[in-house]
C-alpha cells in the first residue's frame, strides 16, 4: 500500500487541488486515506505575521515559514542568508557584495542598486527590529527558531519600505528551561562551521541565552595575472557572530533585552571578465571556478563589522496589551575589489586579458558611520467580542556616512586613489498605524489598516574627482514624502479545513537618493512608487491532516516605481523611476505526509512583471547584444546607445520559481536514520533593465542531499550527518557588470561536508 501511495503522489497533488479550489469533497481518495490512516500529522504553523501569534492558515495574509528540518538543511554549509534563494514561493536573493549586501526579491519586485544607501521594496525585520539599511540585512542566520515570508505589500503594520512583502527572522528566546545545543562541521575548500546556543534560568522570573557561530574558509582562488599571480588570492573569510539576550517574566510584565553583533574578514565577491561568451548566455569554454586574472586581487578585501542592541517592553493589562520595542542598529563595512574582472588595458601595449579590456576598473566603497534608531509604541486589545484593534506610532532615525572610492590601477604605486565622494544621509521618518478584526460570523472575518507615515532624508555628496587635490564639488538634496497606506482583508471558513481569502493592499517606498562617484557629476532622486495589489487564495488542510495545500492569485499595479539604471558603456548610475509596472501570478505552497517514515513539500509560483513606459529609456552595455530597439544619443566619449524599456520583465524576476522536499526517517537500532533531499528551480531572469542575449541567466536547479543518525542518551541527542548542496555542480552566471566587458559573477560551486550536532537539556 505504502508503494502504492508514493507512485500515485501526482495524483494525490492534483486531485487535493482541485478540491481545495472548487471547495467540494475528494471522496475516493480521503475514504482511501480513512482507511489506512496514518499517525504522523501536519504539525500546526504558528506565525506573527499581524503581530500577534495567530495559525499561519487563518491569517488572510500569503505568508510561508521555514523552520525546524527544512531550515536546517538549507542553511548548512556555511550559508548566508542567500540560502533562502528560490526555497520560498516568489522569493528570490542575488548579490554583487558576496556575503553582505542581500538584495531581495518578491513577486518580481527588488532593486538592483548596489550603492550602500539603497533601499529596497522588501523589508527584513529581524525580531521584531526594521534592517533598513542592506549591510544589516547580512547579519548571519544562526540559532533561529522560525522565518516568515510575508508577500504583498505589507505598509500598514510594517510600514518601512514593504510595498513588495517581508521577511521576518525571530531567533530563539530564552526560556526558564536549561538547554542548547553545539554543532561543527567541515566541508570542501576547508570550510570550518561551528555554532551553538546555551540558556537556562538565573532566577526564577529571569532567564537568558547565549548564541554564537564561527565560520571560516581558507581563500582557494588563484590569480593568474601575468606579473600578479598568487595563489589562493581570493574566496575564503571568517565570520563571527554572537548574540546575548535576557528574559524577564512577571505576573503582568515581560522584558526582553537582546545583543547582537558580527564580525566578517574576507574577500568580496569574484568578479571574472569575459566570463561571457559573446553571443550567448553561456560560460566561456574551460572555465575554472577557481581560477581568475586580476590586476588588483593583492587590494581585494571586505570587512564588516555590526552590532546591535533591543529592549521590548510588554504589559497585560486587563482587556489590552502595551507593547514598546526600542533598537539601535549600527555598521561599519570597507569592501574593495578589482570590477573589471582582468588585468591591463587596451592603451598597455600587447597586455591586457582575459580578451578585451577597455579600461581597468578598481574601486572601494564603505560605511565608516551608520546608526540607526528605531521606536515602536502599540496598544493591543484583547476582547472576548466580535472586535478587536491595535493601534501604534512608529519612529525612526538613521544617519549614515558612506565613502566611495576609484583608484588608477597603473599609478605609482599601483592602486593610487583619483576620485573620492563622501556621501552623508540622514532620514527621519514617523507612522501612525491602526488595524480592526471585526467577527461578521463564525466563519467570516474581516481586518482593516490604515497607516499615516512621513519620511525626510537630508543629503549632500562631497565630491573630489580625478585629479585629486582638485576643489571639491557639493550636491545636496532634500526630499520628503508622506502617504496613507491602507489594506482591507477577508478570511471565510469554507468548513472545518479550508479557508478562504481576499485582500487588497496599498503602500508606498519613499524617496530614494543616488550619489556615487561614477564618470557622470550628478546627484539622482527617484520619487516615492506606490503600489496596489489584490489577491484572493485558499488556505486547506486536507487528508485528515497529513496534507496541506496553500494556493494564491494576485495581481498588482505599481506607479512610478524605482528602478536603477546600472552600468552602460559611460559606467553611469541613475535612479529613474517608471511610469507603471504590473505584475500578476499566483502561488502554490504544499506539504504532505506520504507514509508515516516519509514527508514531502511541494512550492511553485509564477511571476509576471511588465514594465509601461514608452519613454523609459537606459543605456546599455559595451560589448553586450541588446535586444532591445535601440536609439542614439550624444555621450562624453561619442554616442551612445539607449533601450527602450516599454514591455521590459523586472531585472532578477524569474518567472517561475519551485521547491519540491522529501523527508525519509526511519528507526534504527536504538535511534533514527534520516535523509533529506531538496530541489530548487527559478527561470532565465535578466540581469539588467535592458535585454541582451549575453546578460540574460539561464534558468538555475540546484539539487541538496542531508543524511545522517540521530539518537538519544540520557539529557542529550546526537546527530551525524553529511550533506551536499549544489550536488550536481551546476555553474553559471547569476550577476553582470556591463559597462566595460562581459564581466560575470558565477553561482556557488559544489559542496561537500559532514556535521556532528549535539542537543542538550
Known sequence: MKAMKRSTLATLINATLFSAVAGTSISAVAAEQETTAKKNQLEVIQVTARKRVENAQEVPVAVSALQGDSLDAYSSAGMDIRFMNAKIPSLSIESSFGRSFPRFYVRGLGNTDFDLNASQPVSLVVDEIVQENAILKGFPVFDVARVEVLRGPQGTLFGRNTPAGLVKFDTVKPSQEFEGYGSVSYGSRGAVDFEGAV???????????????????????????????????????????????????????????????????????????NTIKPGTNELVDGFEND??????????????????????????????????????????????????????????????????????????DGIPDQDQYTQELRLSSNFAGDVNYQVGVFYFDEAL??????????????????????QQQDTKAWALFGSVDYTITDDLKVTAGLRYSDDEKEFSATRTLSPVGGAPTVLTENPSDDHISWDLSANYKINDDVNWYGRIANSFRAPSIQGRILFGDEVTVAESETVTSFETGIKSDVLDGQGRVNATVFYYTMDDQQLTAVGGGANFNRLINADKTTGYGFEVDSEWVLTDELNATFNLSYNKTELKDKDLAVAVCGQCTVTDPTFQVPGPFGPEARAILDGNSLPHAPEWISNITLRYTKELAEGDFFAYADVSYRSEIDFFLYESVEFEGKSLTEVGLRAGYAWAQGDYEYEVSAFVRNMFDEQQAIGGVDFNNNTAMVNEERYIGAEFKVNFF
Open 401 to 422: 556616512t558612506i565613502e566611495n572610492f576609484s583608484y588608477d590601477t597603473f599609478s605609482t604605486p599601483a592602486g593610487a586613489l583619483n576620485g573620492y565622494v563622501i
Open 199 to 273: 540558556g537556562g534560568s538565573l532566577t526564577d522570573r529571569l532567564s537568558t541565552r547565549v548564541s554564537v557561530l564561527w565560520q571560516d574558509k581558507d581563500d582557494y582562488i588563484d590569480n593568474r595575472a601575468p606579473g600578479f599571480e598568487q595563489k589562493d588570492a581570493l574566496g575564503g573569510y571568517t565570520e563571527q557572530a554572537a548574540r546575548i539576550q535576557f528574559l524577564y517574566e512577571g505576573d503582568d510584565f515581560t522584558g526582553l533585552f537582546n545583543y547582537h553583533a558580527r564580525d566578517l574578514d574576507g574577500s568580496p565577491i569574484a568578479f571574472r571578465a
Open 291 to 364: 581560477v581568475v586574472y586580476h590586476d588588483a586581487a593583492s587590494r581585494a578585501t571586505q570587512q564588516v563589522e555590526s552590532q546591535g542592541a533591543s529592549l521590548k517592553l510588554e504589559w497585560d493589562l486587563a482587556n489590552h496589551t502595551v507593547t514598546s520595542i526600542s533598537g539601535w542598529e549600527s555598521a561599519e563595512i570597507y569592501s574593495r575589489a578589482d570590477i573589471d574582472g582582468g588585468y591591463g588595458a587596451v592603451f598597455l601595449p600587447d597586455y591586457m586579458g582575459p580578451g578585451l579590456i577597455p579600461f581597468p576598473s578598481e574601486s572601494a
